[in-house]
């Protein structure tokens, strides 16, 4: 992937996810052209498993314990004037007149919410608001390897400020080219596809 010069690029939540696993990462990938070998095949499985997971999922639960009106599922969101698209596992409407996406994760909730996740849930948030029109002060994830667990993120103004950030952050490792610092955490480092091409 490219940024045009003309500003009609757009990025997407997983491309943050990338890039706050290691900014080396977003490098590789968007700016080398080298792609993930994984990739495809992951996005594969993964809407596979959502259209099965979706089925622990009580509807009725999320009616009493959320609030929910209407569920719009795999939703495909554009918002061209902040360079950012997505697509949303599900849309929620609730009964307070409030929006919010819920996505399913395909891990086990070990009691905390990690930063990375609270920002694609933010950018998904921030997606709603500006295709619906629609307040959206929280997110969902639901973690599938913990009995479907349901976690509330709450989404205020200074986590939408810093998820922008980071995406402006993202952006620019693929407009200029420039080769970046690796992330402050090795210990991801032997998971990485790239991790033998990368300098240290």
Same mark, same amino acid.
């Given at each position: $992937?490219?940024?045009?010069? !003309? ?45 099965? =997971? ?13 609030? /929910? ?10 918002? $061209? ?21 819920? !996505?399913?994760?395909?891990? =086990? ?62 952006? =620019? /490792? ?27």
């Amino acid at each position: $992937m490219t940024l045009a010069k !003309d500003d009609s690029w757009h990025l997407t939540p997983s491309h943050l996810l990338e890039y706050l696993y290691c900014p080396r990462f977003t490098y590789f990938e968007h700016v080398l052209q080298i792609p993930e070998r994984q990739e495809k095949r992951f996005k594969v499985q993964k809407g596979r498993a959502v259209h099965e =997971e979706r089925q622990h999922v009580n509807p009725g639960y999320l009616r009493k314990k959320l609030g /929910v009106v209407k569920r719009e599922l795999d939703v495909e969101l554009n918002a $061209m004037n902040l360079h950012l698209r997505g697509k949303v596992d599900e849309v929620l409407t609730l009964a307070d007149g409030t929006m919010a996406p819920f !996505d399913y994760k395909y891990a =086990e909730h070990k009691g905390r919410l990690y930063r990375n996740l609270k920002i694609q849930v933010a950018l998904y948030a921030i997606l709603i608001e500006e295709v619906y029109q629609t307040p959206v002060p929280r997110g969902y994830l639901c973690y599938t390897r913990s009995n479907h667990k349901v976690i509330e993120v709450p989404v205020d103004a200074e986590l939408k400020t810093d998820a922008l950030s980071e995406l402006k952050n993202c952006a =620019e /490792v693929i407009r200029s080219g420039v080769y970046p610092t690796a992330t402050d955490w090795p210990a991801r480092c032997p998971d990485c596809c790239y991790r033998n091409l990368c300098i240290q």
